[in-house]
T-cell receptor
């Protein structure tokens, strides 16, 4: 069974603080995707990382794929209330099936 | 920007009834998927579909489930005899034509299925 462990499960911070969300596995993934999901809606893609060690930036969000392609992180700089939401990581291995983490609920207080 | 669409947004049905959930994938995509998310739980893979046949399915996808691409645009998930435990959000997704596992999957907004 392929598992993606996501941590922390819940994060509550003040506006302007930095934070990091982690996604770890004992399995190697061909790619890893980060999504954001609002209540009652579908996951919306933030980024896909493919190469071990890859770093991608999306404004204040920085995504990193581990060298061994078993882990990934999402770092948010100077968090804003608009960043509040559920963040999901999902890894692809054999075939195209995605394995999802349990998600990190982020709350940014103003 | 192209997007995956799903109908209906909410489906309420009685236990034992058949339901069909509909999806229109992104038009140039060739791989199609169904996932489900039970309230408070992880998003789980159900099935992937390519070239008019199932390419992979999970243990959840038993004989009560079937998928079909009835025409050039729609992709459907049928549950033959719904059970209470089928209540969940069902998400359709699609990805591009390279066939590599690095293809990004784009998700629809979901159908909330409630089985009474």
């Amino acid at each position: 069974t392929q598992l993606l462990e996501q941590s922390p499960q819940f994060l509550s911070i003040q506006e302007g603080e930095n934070l990091t969300v982690y996604c770890n596995s004992s399995s190697v993934f061909s790619s890893l995707q980060w999504y954001r999901q609002e209540p009652g809606e579908g996951p919306v893609l933030l980024v896909t990382v493919v190469t071990g060690g890859e770093v991608k930036k999306l404004k204040r969000l920085t995504f990193q794929f581990g060298d061994a392609r078993k882990d990934s992180s999402l770092h948010i700089t100077a968090a804003q209330p608009g960043d509040t939401g559920l963040y999901l990581c999902a890894g692809a291995r054999w075939g195209n099936k995605l394995v999802f983490g349990a998600g990190t609920i982020l709350r940014v207080k103003s | 920007e192209p997007e995956v669409t799903q109908t209906p947004s909410h489906q309420v049905t009685q236990m034992g009834q058949e339901v069909i959930l509909r999806c229109v994938p992104i038009s140039n995509h060739l791989y199609f998927y169904w996932y489900r998310q039970i309230l408070g739980q992880k998003v789980e893979f159900l099935v992937s579909f390519y070239n008019n046949e199932i390419s992979e399915k999970s243990e959840i996808f038993d004989d009560q489930f079937s998928v079909e691409r009835p025409d050039g645009s729609n992709f459907t998930l049928k549950i033959r005899s719904t059970k209470l435990e089928d209540s969940a959000m069902y998400f359709c997704a699609s990805s591009g034509d390279s066939g590599a596992s690095t293809d990004t999957q784009y998700f629809g907004p979901g159908t909330r299925l409630t089985v009474l």
